[in-house]
C-alpha cells in the first residue's frame, strides 16, 4: 500500500479554508483509488472541517455549486464534463 504524502497534508495544514477562510487541511479535490495521484498537489485545496465533511457529503459537483467555487477549480484546470457529470483535472489521465 502506498504512503501518504505526511508533506502535502503539513503544507495545507492552517491554510484558510477556500470558502470561510478559517484554518483549513488538506482536502483531496477528486478522490482516486490510487494514491499516486490522489496526493498531488494539483489534487489538493484547504478546507476546514466543516467543509471537507460537507463536501464529502454532498459530493464535490454539489459543493462547489453551493460555495460557488466553480471559477476556482477551473483556475486550478479541472473542467466540468458534462457527458460524465463530474469535474476533471488534465493531470488525470
Keep these: 500500500m502506498a504512503k501518504r504524502n505526511k508533506q502535502l497534508a503539513e503544507f495545507f495544514r492552517g491554510l484558510p479554508c ?35 465533511h460537507e463536501k464529502t457529503h454532498y459530493g464535490l459537483t454539489r459543493f462547489a455549486k453551493m460555495y460557488d467555487l466553480e471559477n ?8 466540468f464534463d458534462e457527458f460524465l457529470q463530474r469535474w ?6
Design 18 to 52: 477556500v470558502v470561510c477562510y478559517q484554518p483549513g487541511e488538506l482536502d483531496h479535490i477528486l478522490n482516486f483509488k490510487r494514491l499516486a495521484h490522489r496526493d498531488q498537489k494539483w489534487n489538493s485545496w484547504p478546507l476546514c472541517r466543516r467543509h471537507h
Design 72 to 79: 476556482e477549480l477551473i483556475n486550478m484546470g479541472f473542467s
Design 88 to 93: 476533471i483535472h488534465k493531470n488525470d489521465k
